[in-house]
């Protein structure tokens, strides 16, 4: 085993990094002081924010230990801590390292939580020298689970009470991935492209050619003031642009999703769920908690939007000449999970 400590990671969408004293009230405002959150742990709900700042000086000086891991998962949009990944045992005679994690309910369900794991195990695997990652959850919190299968692990059996959390003696459902096993699934992602070739990225001057065959109604100079917003999404597939998406702010308080597009030969690989659900999480990381879109009666788009969860808010028709279409239809999407 290395002992390299908790070293910088970056990942698509975070940054995981060793805790500041600074992050304290991120930390009590976004998960520690959440019952929710907590429910399934084994530490209880910090009664102020003092309490998680005398946790992270503690934590900051173990820092100096090579063989302490704790990691601040910090959102690259913001700069913000949203959440806690660790080692929280070692069993160094087997090279063996087991995880915890916590992270703010209002990011739940983006895969954030299987991003940070998989850049974990990638840097204990390949810099620290483990050879066995494991992870356990209550057998009544499957949602822990999905996110050690996202990251590779395979469930390995329930110890039947024996674990103990915030609700009491539960069944333990262990998870573990093996160095070899991670191999195998770095290799099998290597030569498997097109398992999620597509990267999501803000509009640059130089689109202006490939936005415009597909956006035929915002003006060039209007494009610009939009990009230097970030108000303009590109999807890529290999490289090469296959989709966009606008934005704007409905009542100047909701971002409206104005237009979504992805090139006819691209179209129905899940490119258009993949834009959209990249949007909603930067939005939701910006503090935003309800996004709205709207689309014509007539056309097929209506059944995508509330395929992902948005619902119908009423319609809108323009009895004036110049503006005679099929009724345009409001939707609206909450981003808290359970609304």
């Known amino acids: 085993?290395?002992?390299?400590?908790?070293?910088?990671?970056?990942?698509?969408?975070?940054?995981?990094?060793?805790?500041?004293?600074?992050?304290s009230e991120d930390m009590y405002r976004n998960w520690a002081s959440d019952p929710e959150v907590t429910k399934y742990l084994t530490w209880p709900v910090h009664s102020s924010a003092e309490v998680t700042r005398m946790l992270l000086q503690n934590?900051?000086?173990?820092?100096?230990?090579?063989?302490?891991?704790?990691?601040?998962?910090?959102?690259?949009?913001?700069?913000?801590?949203?959440?806690?990944?660790?080692?929280v045992r070692l069993a160094e005679a087997i090279d063996e390292a087991e995880?915890?994690?916590?992270?703010?309910?209002?990011f739940w369900g983006q895969g954030i939580m299987a991003e940070a794991l998989r850049a974990i195990e990638a840097y204990l695997f390949e810099t620290v020298g483990m050879n066995r990652i494991v992870a356990v959850h209550d057998a009544n919190n499957p949602r822990s689970g999905r996110v050690m299968d996202k990251a590779g692990m395979r469930q390995e059996g329930t110890m039947r009470q024996g674990g103990k959390n915030n609700q009491g003696i539960c069944d333990a459902v262990k998870h573990a991935i093996l160095h070899s096993d991670w191999l195998k699934m770095k290799e099998a992602e290597r030569y498997e492209p097109a398992?999620?070739?597509?990267?999501?990225?803000h509009a640059a001057s130089s689109d202006w050619a490939?936005?415009?065959?597909?956006?035929?109604?915002?003006?060039?100079?209007?494009?610009?003031h939009k990009m230097e917003d970030k108000l303009c999404y590109v999807l890529t597939v290999a490289g090469e642009p296959a989709g966009i998406l606008r934005w704007s702010l409905f009542w100047d308080t909701i971002p409206f999703c104005n237009l979504l597009y992805v090139k006819e030969e691209q179209q129905?690989?899940?490119?258009?769920?993949?834009?959209?659900?990249?949007?909603?999480?930067?939005?939701?990381?910006?503090?935003y908690d309800l996004v709205m879109t709207s689309t014509q009666a007539d056309e097929q788009a209506q059944h995508f939007y509330r395929a992902l969860?948005?619902?119908?808010?009423?319609?809108?028709?323009?009895?004036?000449?110049?503006?005679?279409q099929?009724?345009?239809?409001?939707?609206?999407?909450?981003?808290?999970?359970?609304a």
């Open 1 to 23: 085993m290395n002992k390299t400590g908790t070293q910088q990671i970056r990942t698509e969408r975070l940054i995981l990094r060793p805790f500041l004293l600074s992050d």
């Open 59 to 87: 934590w900051i000086s173990h820092y100096q230990d090579g063989d302490f891991f704790n990691w601040a998962i910090e959102w690259k949009n913001d700069g913000k801590v949203i959440g806690n990944i660790s080692v």
């Open 99 to 106: 995880i915890g994690y916590c992270m703010c309910k209002r």
């Open 195 to 201: 398992r999620n070739p597509a990267e999501i990225r």
């Open 210 to 224: 490939f936005w415009s065959s597909l956006d035929h109604q915002l003006p060039q100079e209007q494009f610009i």
């Open 268 to 287: 129905k690989k899940g490119y258009g769920r993949k834009l959209m659900e990249h949007w909603e999480a930067e939005m939701l990381g910006s503090g």
């Open 309 to 324: 969860g948005y619902k119908d808010c009423g319609g809108l028709t323009l009895p004036f000449p110049g503006y005679e």
């Open 326 to 338: 099929p009724t345009e239809l409001i939707l609206a999407k909450s981003l808290m999970k359970g």
